[in-house]
């Protein structure tokens, strides 16, 4: 064979080879780039919203579940929630509460010395609250004046002894909102603080549960620290609702924390 016929059967072979691809490199794009038709385009992500603990747990699922709290010892004020609709009783034809405690916690147990805030969460009504035991005397120790929504009344509690209170109004059905507080000197265990420590002050809201993100964004902006929260679905319509425990900063005065929680409280669906 000449060498003109050898190179003509050797090329004849590479076209061949070259059309049947056997190695697999027919339109393997070998540098990885980017094809024409390829969309290569960014996707926009969406921002991160800060985490909120929306989720069952800590004091707030206790005082739910069992209408108590036991403060400790070394918190100075206690804010107590009247919840919106708390004046309704069980009983009613129409089922008006968000949860069956007139007061939240219905009962407590604190120190000699701890300031008790009362906090009027109960839109539209007003209430006046008359204190009484320690002594035994039927009299009432003390009566709080009534005073609206959003506004607060305090008793600080110095003897030790088993304590009552009462709204002097009777509501349908003979429906009377009532709570207890025992106050102790003994060392008793805390349920509270995640940090294992006591804070100046404690207390509780309730906010829907779908707008729960805005208000406890609102709370810490104003310095507020979020203890524990639970979720639950309320009496009236099966609409979730969540109780919030909050810790105020440190070195608030009270009328400085009731003025802050009447703002915050004013943009709940309730008001």
Do not use: C
């Amino acid at each position: 064979m000449d060498n003109k016929s050898f190179l003509i059967s050797v090329l004849g072979l590479l076209l061949v080879m070259v059309y049947f691809n056997p190695f697999g490199l027919h339109d393997q794009n070998v540098f990885g780039s980017v094809s024409d038709d390829e969309d290569n385009s960014v996707t926009e992500q969406p921002l991160q919203q800060p985490l909120v603990n929306n989720s069952t747990s800590g004091i707030a699922t206790s005082i739910y579940d069992t209408h108590e709290f036991n403060v400790g010892d070394g918190a100075q004020n206690l804010f107590i929630l009247i919840p919106n609709e708390g004046h309704h009783g069980p009983g009613e034809e129409d089922e008006a509460r968000y949860l069956n405690q007139p007061f939240v916690p219905e009962s407590v147990t604190i120190s000699p010395g701890t300031n008790v805030v009362w906090f009027n969460g109960d839109v539209g009504h007003e209430h006046n609250l008359a204190i009484s035991g320690g002594g035994g005397s039927s009299n009432p120790l003390y009566q709080t004046g009534e005073f609206s929504e959003f506004d607060a009344r305090n008793y600080t509690f110095n003897e030790i002894g088993d304590f009552s209170y009462a709204d002097t109004v009777e509501y349908e059905n003979g429906f009377i909102m009532r709570g207890n507080i025992s106050v102790t000197d003994d060392d008793p265990s805390s349920q509270q603080g995640t940090t294992g420590s006591n804070p100046p002050t404690i207390g509780l809201l309730m906010v829907p549960t779908e707008d729960l993100a805005q208000h406890t964004q609102d709370l810490q902006g104003r310095g507020f620290v979020i203890d524990s929260t639970h979720n639950f679905p309320d009496l009236r319509e099966g609409d979730e609702q969540t109780l919030v425990v909050w810790e105020a900063p440190e070195n608030s005065d009270a009328s400085t924390i009731i003025a802050d929680l009447a703002e915050v409280s004013q943009q709940f669906p309730y008001s």
